[in-house]
């Protein structure tokens, strides 16, 4: 891996944690994502299933864990299998972890370190001690799955062999999980993030007229891969001018103009860890009085969101008080009058025609991350916000992101040394 060694301790304690939440006589099992096909004999770059990695650290294919914490055996309460390497996989892919290896990432002994290929052999003599056992589904409610995962195969081949075991969701506990990152997990995300910083100093400097949306593309990855980046957290989006009124605007592929704003919405990612970042800046190194006067008004939104981020809130609640906020800034813009508030529905409130989305999601090992909206503000969330204003007839979009941490005496903003005033933007793109 291009990151450094994690304390295998954030493992151990992350599965200890999770075996606090099972019911008695449980068992559960975590797959590995698979490694997804193109054409021909093509794949994708492989990405871990982030459960998996939570709970053991490793990252590679066709891994699989087996927790059962009440198992009378002791070398069956904690179990993890293996892809076996050869010879011809060392030539042709690569080093794959060894047991020994294992067991310094994992925490678990070799001892309960199985190849694959023993799994049944090894399962049978668990899984019949067993009254419930939990597997795992992607419940993420902004989902759209379409493709069958290693996840969704296992528990069909579960129910067809042993189908008189009590199925239980894995997920919920999982969400209930990560959404409150342990001490160990904030370096990760902060390096991530100052991985991130470092990129957009670079890209202040590089910006002008005439650049490519896809030479800033560029200049990004050099940044983010010299810094022991796997890369991006997400697909950037680098949307200059009318481009930044589209929300997922990921072509990248249009000339940035002279006069015109960059929506720079871009995160680096660490050790599976995610950054989320989004700054606007103007291509010619200053903004128009009016691009300023927006920009300022994405700012006061973004400082009055952030003090709203703590300890007992609930997600609607703040999503509300952010929309009041927002409404009063583009009434001072004039996009809005009083008249429209006074006449809106209720349930789309007259602001979202230039604001559409929310204001903050979690952040971690997802870049939209698991956890529950219903569940109070937590210390230990990691949250984003991100208000945005977007003036389609003016081709004008303006969104800033910073990533939030809050703690039991308020919160903290893990970006704070990322460039943020439009006066700072001004003064660096002008050195």
Known sequence: ???????????????????????????????????????????????QNNDLFYLTGVDQEETRLVLFPEHPDPKFREVLFLRETSELIEIWEGHKLTKAE???????????????????????????????VYLNTNEHTRAGVEVQSQDARYVDAFRQKYPLHHLERLAPLMHQLRAIKQPQEIPLIQTAIDITDKMFRRLLGFVKPGVWEYEIEAEMM?????????????????????????????????????GDVI??????????YNADMTRSIPVNGRFTARQRAVYDAVLRVMTEAKQLL???????????????????????????????????????PAYKKYFMHGTSHFLGLDVHDVGNKYRKMEPGMVFTVEPGIYIREESLGIRLENNVLITESGNIDLMANIPLEAGAIEDLMNR
């Open 263 to 272: 929506l720079l919405d871009i995160g680096a990612e660490y050790a599976n």
């Open 102 to 132: 294992a067991e310094n990432v994992t925490g678990i002994p070799q001892k309960q370190i199985y190849w694959m290929t023993q799994f049944e052999q090894i399962f049978i003599q668990m899984v019949f001690e067993a009254e419930y």
């Open 310 to 348: 703590r300890p007992g809130n609930l997600w609607d609640e703040y999503h509300r008080e952010v929309g009041k906020i927002m409404e009063s800034e583009l009434i001072g813009l004039g996009l809005l009058d009083q008249n429209d508030v006074a006449k809106q529905d209720p349930d789309t």
């Open 222 to 258: 050099h940044e983010f891969l010299r810094h022991r980046s796997r890369g991006v957290a997400y697909t950037p989006i680098i949307a200059s001018g009318a481009n930044a009124c589209v929300l997922h605007y990921i072509d990248n592929s249009q000339q940035c103009k002279d």
């Open 1 to 47: 891996m291009r990151y450094l060694p994690i304390d295998n301790q954030l493992f151990i304690q992350n599965r200890q944690r999770l075996t606090a939440l099972l019911k008695s006589k449980s068992l559960v099992v975590v797959n590995a994502n698979d490694i997804m096909p193109t054409n021909a004999d093509g794949t994708m770059a492989f990405r």
